[in-house]
């Protein structure tokens, strides 16, 4: 699932509104917000809490809350479903009592196995409840890999559904404004390709876009993953006819993955079919990773066979380098799975 994040520093307006109705749109579900309200501006900060819950009422979108104790006395009277996101400032009882009225999110950053006994000692239901790691405004003090690993390992041994942050790539939150990353390593990485790191071998099932800004061509990449189909941008060199049209199609890698490359199982059947002849270029080129490739007519029978290569490769005569992946959605490369459908995304 995917959720994106909106505070309270600025009142519900047209501009936020559009911007909820394009994430829900794109296929995000839920909005992460933070109460922590000072004490001199209760009221006015009530008043836009609750505006945003009515919006987000409005769109079907539930309502994630980072609150404080102070803050708690403000959720049971929000319109729709909502989440609440507390640390270790309440007892184990108390928490017990919270998830009687809203869903418990624990931090999933902190939580530690003697924590987790004490609330299911407290009669909290885990299966029912949910955690969710910090995001790290500050560069240099976001998560290690390793350590999220570990963390989500413990978690998820208690049934536990575990959320994280990446960055957004618009306005940054600020004061700081150097991306809300959890993992130290996606600070200032492109949201959906941090995104993908975290679902597939950090153990994380949601993510969350922690600024309040995500740009309408990551949202479409939201999108089309949400519907099976991994966008990668590249930039394109000049193409014959053949080789465009090859790079034009939805491919699907094959169910046999290669260790050096990405082997669409599309393309060569395509341009059998269709009759395509790729033409040698005059020199190869080498094939750095990321590079896009298509067999030329010397490879015989695999000619019109397009790779995405994963580690660097020498110049071959029979291979034709067609574009580069760009550097911030060459880490994808990794996660395209067997069967999976992927597209190139040309970028201008």
């Known amino acids: 699932m995917y959720g994106f994040s909106l505070y309270l520093n600025e009142p519900m307006n047209e501009k936020r509104r559009r911007y909820m109705q394009e994430m829900h749109a794109a296929g995000f579900s839920y909005i992460f917000t933070s109460i922590h309200i000072p004490e001199e501006d209760q009221t006015l900060y009530k008043r836009r809490l609750e505006a945003l819950a009515e919006e987000a009422a409005s769109f079907g979108l539930t309502l994630i809350t980072d609150s404080s104790p102070a803050a708690l006395p403000l959720l049971d009277h ?42 299911r000692n407290a009669g909290l239901n885990l299966g029912e409840a949910a955690a969710c790691h910090n995001f790290y405004p500050r560069p240099e003090t976001g998560l290690d890999r390793s350590a999220l690993q570990a963390q989500n390992a413990l978690l998820k041994s208690e049934g536990l559904r575990i959320a994280a942050f990446v960055p957004g790539d618009g306005a940054m939150r600020g004061p700081l404004e150097r991306g809300l990353p959890t993992l130290e390593e996606h600070r200032g990485a492109a949201p959906f390709a941090s995104a993908v790191s975290l679902w597939r071998g950090a153990g994380v099932d949601d993510v969350i876009i922690g600024d309040p800004d995500l740009s309408k061509e990551a949202q479409t990449a939201f999108s089309r993953f949400k519907d099976g189909l991994f966008p990668v941008r590249a930039t394109l060199f000049p193409a014959t006819e053949a080789e465009a049209e090859l790079l034009s199609l939805t491919h699907y890698r094959r169910p046999d993955p290669a260790r050096d490359v990405v082997r669409s199982e599309t393309a060569r059947p395509h341009a059998a079919s269709c009759a395509l002849s790729i033409a040698p270029l005059s020199a190869p080129a080498p094939r750095p990773r990321g590079a896009i490739t298509i067999d030329n007519s010397h490879y015989g029978r695999y000619e019109g066979e397009l790779q995405l290569v994963k580690q660097p ?14 550097d911030a959605d060459v880490s994808l490369l990794e996660h395209i799975e067997a069967g999976e459908a992927f597209q190139l995304r040309p970028m201008r």
């Open 78 to 119: 929000l319109e729709g479903p909502i989440h609440v996101r507390i640390d270790h400032s309440l007892q184990a009882e108390q928490m017990a009592d919270l998830a009687k009225r809203h869903r418990i999110i624990l931090n999933a950053s902190t939580c530690a196995h003697a924590e987790l006994t004490s609330l």
């Open 313 to 326: 490769l020498p110049p071959d005569p029979c291979v034709n380098v067609v574009g580069q992946i760009i």
